[in-house]
């Protein structure tokens, strides 16, 4: 199975800065076939479910603002605000969907400094 | 616009069992699988599985085979999560999302429902 490792579990920015959450997996979630990474990122916000941010490591979910980015490859993610608002606040998760059983990573908590 | 709506929460006796519905609405059912995630209270996110609503083919991780069955009703566009033998660490909340289509990949989530086990 694939574990997924976020570092680190909580962050705190100051709003307008950048904020920089990183994503490890024990295996490789490319698949030279395609050569495409099988990771996405989701926020989630208290009391709601997930919403899809990032897939295929960086490419952005329609609707979602430019400032949330994806970068990566193999077994190393990063998701990068690049100028943190207050409606940033969440817990975000990377995801691996390359093989089954499908894991999550177990969160990063994002709060304004 | 794509819509999941799940059933109440439920509160259940150890080692009974719960079912869980998601109507799906704007767009076609049979056309994108179903995936189920749960989230235990102030917990990370668990992949319990997806149904392929066209054909009803399933596939489960080994951790829920034999306690898990997922199914769904096309006359009505509804999926179902059934959990058996419920214990007290299945108290979470359970989350229906649809299938993006590129990839076995969550896109649009139910609003989730709780589901607490106590005796």
């Known amino acids: 199975d694939i574990v997924m490792t976020q570092s680190p579990d909580s962050l705190a920015v100051s709003l307008g800065e950048r904020a920089t959450i990183n994503c490890k997996s024990s295996q490789s979630v490319l698949y030279s076939s395609n050569n495409k990474n099988y990771l996405a990122w989701y926020q989630q916000k208290p009391g709601q479910p997930p919403k899809l941010l990032v897939y295929?490591?960086?490419t952005r979910e329609s609707g979602v603002p430019d400032r949330f980015s994806g970068s990566g490859s193999g077994t190393d993610f990063t998701l990068t605000i690049s100028s943190l608002q207050a409606e940033d606040v969440a817990v975000y998760y990377c995801h691996q969907y390359h093989s089954t059983p499908y894991s999550f990573g177990q969160g990063t908590k994002l709060e304004i400094k | 616009q794509v819509q999941l709506v799940q059933s109440g929460a439920e509160v259940k006796k150890p080692g009974t069992s719960v079912k869980v519905s998601c109507k799906a609405s704007g767009y076609t059912f049979t056309g994108h699988y179903m995936h189920w995630v749960r989230q235990a209270p102030g917990q990370g996110l668990e992949w319990m599985g997806w149904?392929?609503?066209?054909?009803?083919?399933?596939v489960y991780p080994q951790k829920f085979q034999g306690r898990v069955t997922m199914t769904r009703d096309t006359s009505i566009s509804t999926a179902y999560v059934e959990l058996s033998r419920l214990r007290s660490d299945d108290t979470a909340v359970y989350y229906c999302a649809r299938d993006q289509g590129l990839g076995y990949l969550p896109d649009y989530w139910g609003q989730g429902t709780l589901v607490t086990v106590s005796s």
């Open positions: 295929w490591a960086s």
């Open positions: 149904i392929n609503p066209n054909s009803g083919g399933t």
